[in-house]
């Protein structure tokens, strides 16, 4: 017979193992971040190899102009795009392009009044649609069938994805206030039972600065979730629920001071990012196995950045764009085959057109609906 105390000593030895194995990854991370320097004048950094793949016009009528894509997802064979801004309504468009349906404004049963952030559970093949107004999710099939809807806390929420059966992570404008009486902003909560408990994620905003809106601020590659905050330059991964500093963006002169973040307004930020001496923030951030891509601004020039898993060298989209290799588009995603989709405004595709000679099979109007783009891209 085996004995218990043997038996009992083993296990605790396996556990306090496993324990120290998992701080040990927790401490790396936070305490070894890898650095990526971005030199934004650089000249010749070569161009990364672009595939452009298809180019899809979304249908154009009176039933369903987009005024503004605040968010679109690619998935199941359609795309699924939200404005929430001009329209307030969410649109769902077949594979080619074709309209299928739209969210109805209003307050009735299934009706939304004001759609402002949406996750798709794929498990379940259902959308979750936050209306802001109501500070309620309402819960559609991927046609838009209205199945049930769940109040939500009454936080200002920005944006919500799903992580798992039971926890979702909430981008928002919480309130926090320490016991000296000083309100800073948290803007990362994970949501779980439910939205029923919820753990606030330990980054906080500085010098009373409120949550500036991100597109797509998450990315969920392999089971790793990766996400950027407003006001700084990390980029965060989330390990056993906290919040780890993964990567930290380094944009030379560009870069804000620790000191300058901390003190100055939000209206100042802004003023130097607009004027062009300094930017470099991250606003939205994608995982592929072989790229880590940042998109950012500096002056009045959208900015986004490919960084090698492998060589660790880094590359600029625009670049690309510059040469005609692909119009000059917004990244929306990315597929699991690691194909990027985003989307291009049509006068970008007619200049792309005229200035590139392809394509031009497309009879592209300034009219039409955005235009969805899907690519490849390969380290030269």
Same mark, same amino acid.
């Given at each position: 017979?085996?004995?218990?105390?043997?038996?009992?000593?083993?296990?605790?030895?396996?556990?306090?193992?496993?324990? !120290?194995?998992?701080? #040990? &990854?927790?401490?790396?991370?936070?305490?070894?971040? $890898?650095?990526?320097?971005?030199?934004?004048?650089?000249?010749?950094?070569?161009?990364?190899?672009?595939?452009? $793949?298809?180019?899809?016009?979304?249908?154009?009528?009176?039933?369903?102009?987009?005024?503004?894509?605040?968010?679109?997802?690619?998935?199941?064979?359609?795309?699924?795009?939200?404005?929430?801004?001009?329209?307030?309504?969410?649109?769902?468009?077949?594979? &080619?392009?074709?309209?299928? +349906?739209? +969210?109805?404004?209003?307050?009735?049963?299934? =009706?939304?009044?004001?759609?402002?952030?949406?996750?798709?559970?794929?498990?379940?093949?259902?959308?979750?649609? /936050?209306?802001?107004?109501?500070?309620?999710?309402?819960?559609?099939?991927?046609?838009?069938?209205?199945?049930?809807?769940?109040?939500?806390?009454?936080?200002?929420?920005?944006?919500?994805?799903?992580?798992?059966?039971?926890?979702?992570?909430?981008?928002?404008?919480?309130? %926090?206030? %320490?016991? !000296?009486?000083?309100?800073?902003?948290?803007?990362?909560?994970?949501?779980?039972?439910?939205?029923?408990?919820?753990?606030?994620?330990?980054?906080?905003?500085?010098?009373?600065?409120?949550?500036?809106?991100?597109?797509?601020?998450?990315?969920?590659?392999?089971?790793?979730?990766?996400?950027?905050?407003? @006001?700084? /330059?990390?980029?965060?991964?989330?390990?056993?629920?906290?919040?780890?500093?993964?990567?930290?963006?380094?944009?030379?002169? /560009?870069?804000?001071?620790?000191?300058?973040?901390?003190?100055?307004? +939000?209206?100042?930020? @802004?003023?130097?990012?607009?004027?062009?001496?300094?930017?470099?923030?991250?606003?939205?951030?994608?995982?592929?196995?072989?790229?880590?891509?940042?998109?950012?601004?500096?002056?009045?020039?959208?900015?986004?950045?490919? @960084?090698?898993?492998?060589?660790? &060298?880094?590359?600029?989209?625009?670049?690309?764009?510059?040469?005609?290799?692909?119009?000059?588009?917004?990244? @929306?995603?990315?597929?699991?085959?690691?194909?990027?989709?985003?989307?291009?405004?049509?006068?970008?595709?007619?200049? /792309? !057109?005229?200035? #590139?000679?392809?394509?031009?099979?497309?009879?592209?109007? =300034?009219?039409?609906?955005?235009?969805?783009?899907?690519? &490849?891209?390969?380290?030269?």
């Amino acid at each position: 017979m085996k004995n218990p105390t043997v038996t009992i000593l083993f296990i605790t030895l396996v556990f306090l193992a496993l324990l !120290q194995s998992c701080s #040990s &990854k927790k401490s790396e991370i936070d305490q070894n971040p $890898e650095v990526i320097k971005i030199d934004v004048d650089e000249k010749n950094r070569g161009a990364l190899i672009v595939s452009l $793949e298809d180019i899809i016009p979304l249908e154009t009528s009176q039933n369903c102009l987009l005024g503004f894509v605040s968010k679109a997802r690619y998935f199941d064979n359609h795309f699924y795009i939200l404005d929430n801004y001009r329209s307030e309504t969410f649109f769902v468009f077949g594979e &080619k392009g074709d309209f299928i +349906t739209k +969210t109805i404004k209003g307050k009735g049963p299934g =009706e939304v009044a004001d759609p402002f952030a949406f996750t798709i559970i794929k498990e379940d093949s259902v959308i979750f649609v /936050y209306d802001q107004r109501k500070r309620t999710n309402h819960i559609y099939d991927l046609n838009l069938n209205h199945l049930r809807f769940k109040r939500l806390p009454d936080d200002y929420i920005l944006d919500i994805d799903y992580i798992n059966r039971d926890t979702f992570l909430v981008f928002h404008n919480a309130v %926090n206030t %320490n016991p !000296q009486g000083v309100v800073r902003f948290i803007p990362y909560t994970l949501y779980m039972k439910g939205f029923t408990k919820k753990k606030h994620l330990g980054i906080l905003l500085s010098n009373n600065k409120t949550v500036q809106s991100l597109y797509s601020p998450v990315s969920i590659h392999n089971n790793g979730v990766f996400f950027v905050a407003p @006001w700084n /330059y990390n980029v965060y991964q989330l390990v056993d629920g906290e919040e780890r500093v993964r990567y930290s963006l380094d944009f030379g002169k /560009y870069q804000f001071t620790s000191k300058e973040l901390e003190t100055l307004a +939000t209206p100042d930020l @802004w003023y130097h990012i607009k004027e062009g001496s300094r930017g470099g923030l991250p606003y939205s951030v994608f995982k592929t196995d072989d790229f880590l891509v940042i998109i950012t601004r500096i002056g009045d020039k959208i900015l986004t950045y490919f @960084w090698s898993n492998d060589s660790k &060298k880094i590359f600029c989209l625009n670049d690309c764009m510059d040469s005609n290799l692909i119009p000059d588009c917004k990244i @929306w995603g990315v597929k699991p085959d690691g194909t990027f989709y985003g989307m291009v405004d049509p006068a970008q595709l007619i200049k /792309y !057109q005229q200035s #590139s000679g392809l394509h031009d099979g497309i009879k592209a109007s =300034e009219d039409d609906n955005p235009y969805v783009v899907f690519f &490849k891209v390969v380290e030269p």
